[in-house]
């Protein structure tokens, strides 16, 4: 017979912060030879989300450009600063939160815009926006996110974690500037009306960067009309692939190269169809096959995503596109930041893609300091590129980040155990960050600076 064995109570677990209650939780159930399904130690989080994953898709979120020296250098950055102890000087109560776009918020941390999480799990996006709801952790909602930003909307204010059905999450929007400006404008409207507190441009991506390893596995998901759901969904661009597939039905000058049938091939051709049900709004199988829309979107979006000859003259036309606050995402030449300034934006994200476009490119936190004595306080700064940990947030906002964005780290939590998978990374990030800020003597993250670090 089964027998029930009460593992001894932490009564301080709920009165001392997330820290506490997360130690305590992942203790309690060791009692009973329960290990966490999510690794807390970054480097056995990766290799769990590569055993959860295709070999495509660890690649796609994994990879980095050339050979992924940005990658590395980004991590090997922190390891040249030093948190000070500090013990004897009460921090029995800490605060996490931070005044960030004029709201208070209960962490420093928000999510990065990570596209094609369909790669990591079937629920995408919507089991991100809710582990992020159930923390108060804001989301960065992709431009190539896999369920239309409506959706989101939705699923974040029913996060199946939070026992008081939290609000309605906090969402930010992230656009790649098209090449078709009544698209851009759409999109704008539309994460307007769906409640996103504010718009991130992303600057960085105006090509592809050279990724190595989607090179080596000819796979781009984009082709297989994976994450375009943003796209698809809108009807500005609706319009452009009723056109594209108008003009290009019986001219034999537009077909596309030929590709070999296979069994991916085809794989990829009912994946397309399935796809496509949001712009032939059937949800039959055999029609979509038939219809030429889903795979004139998918060449549509090919040809209007992102666009090299990009300036800062053209940022002035977001301004007419949406009154929500704008920030540059992207940003890590010290000069740029201070164009940024200039062109009256509300916020830059300093960021070089997680090393996903050049090659042994800058290290965000190398130039971190800098940026942040030339913007001096005038727009808050959010930082990403690198951080897998709490101490890495901690160093971060030390050097002068207003804000940290979490990257891959959620992503492989998704793989390996969706919704939940996911949130556990956020936790384990400020539970870390929670314990950092207490055995560095300090109670508040606005006490956090420069003060707190040694250099290496
Ligand atoms: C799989 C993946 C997809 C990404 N998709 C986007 C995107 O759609 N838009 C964007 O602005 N940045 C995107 N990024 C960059 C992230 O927002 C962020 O800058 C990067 O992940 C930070 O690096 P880290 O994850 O190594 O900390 C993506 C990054 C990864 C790993």
């Known amino acids: 017979m089964a027998q029930s064995i009460d593992a001894p109570g932490d009564p301080a677990a709920a009165s001392r912060g997330i820290s506490r209650r997360t130690q305590s939780d992942i203790y309690r159930a060791g009692i009973s030879g329960t290990r966490p399904r999510v690794p807390v130690d970054v480097d056995?989080?990766?290799?769990?989300a590569?055993?959860?994953?295709?070999?495509?898709?660890?690649?796609?979120?994994?990879?980095?450009?050339g050979a992924e020296r940005t990658v590395a250098a980004n991590r090997a950055a922190f390891a040249r600063w030093q948190v000070w102890p500090r013990p004897l000087r009460d921090v029995s109560s800490r605060d996490l939160s931070i005044d960030f776009l004029g709201v208070r918020r209960p962490t420093p941390l928000i999510l990065a815009p990570l596209g094609v999480m369909e790669l990591a799990h079937a629920d995408a996006d919507l089991a991100v926006a809710r582990a992020a709801a159930s923390l108060g952790v804001p989301y960065t909602l992709s431009n190539q996110a896999s369920f239309a930003m409506e959706e989101v909307r939705d699923a974040s204010s029913r996060?199946?974690?939070?026992?008081?059905?939290?609000?309605?999450?906090?969402?930010?929007?992230?656009?790649?500037?098209?090449?078709?400006?009544?698209?851009?404008?759409?999109?704008l409207r539309r994460a307007e009306a769906s409640g996103c507190e504010a718009i991130v441009v992303t600057l960085d991506t105006h090509l592809l960067g050279w990724r190595t390893r989607d090179l080596d596995l000819a796979y781009l998901p984009f082709t297989r009309a994976m994450g375009i759901a943003q796209y698809t969904s809108d009807p500005v661009f609706q319009q452009l692939v009723r056109e594209r597939a108008r003009a290009s039905t019986g001219s034999a000058a537009d077909a596309a190269p030929p590709v070999r049938v296979t069994p991916r091939a085809v794989a990829a051709g009912v994946r397309i169809a399935r796809k496509g049900a949001a712009l032939t709004g059937s949800s039959s199988m055999r029609e979509n096959l038939r219809s030429p829309l889903p795979r004139a979107a998918v060449?549509?979006?090919?040809?209007?995503?992102s666009t090299p000859a990009l300036t800062w003259d053209d940022l002035a036309k977001a301004r007419q596109w949406t009154s929500l606050p704008l920030i540059l995402k992207g940003i890590v030449h010290p000069d740029d930041a201070i164009r940024a300034l200039d062109a009256g934006v509300d916020g830059i994200w300093i960021s070089n893609h997680g090393g996903r476009q050049i090659d042994q490119s800058v290290p965000t936190l190398d130039v971190l300091p800098t940026i942040a004595e030339r913007v001096a306080g005038r727009v808050p700064i959010v930082f990403d590129s690198g951080v897998r940990q709490g101490s890495d947030a901690f160093i971060a906002l030390a050097l002068g980040a207003t804000a940290v964005a979490?990257?891959?780290?959620?992503?492989?939590?998704?793989?390996?155990?969706?919704?939940?998978?996911?949130?556990e990374v956020i936790r384990n990030v400020l539970a870390e960050l929670d314990i950092t800020l207490g055995l560095a003597g300090l109670t508040s993250i606005a006490d956090v600076d420069r003060h707190a670090l040694r250099e290496a």
């Open 159 to 187: 996060s199946s974690l939070s026992a008081s059905g939290a609000p309605a999450g906090s969402r930010l929007f992230q656009l790649y500037w098209s090449a078709s400006d009544e698209l851009n404008a759409s999109l």
């Open 406 to 423: 979490l990257g891959r780290p959620y992503a492989y939590g998704l793989a390996i155990a969706g919704e939940a998978g996911a949130a």
């Open 299 to 305: 060449e549509t979006f090919l040809e209007v995503f």
């Open 44 to 48: 056995a989080l990766e290799s769990a």
């Open 50 to 65: 590569r055993k959860a994953l295709s070999a495509e898709a660890f690649a796609y979120i994994a990879g980095g450009a």
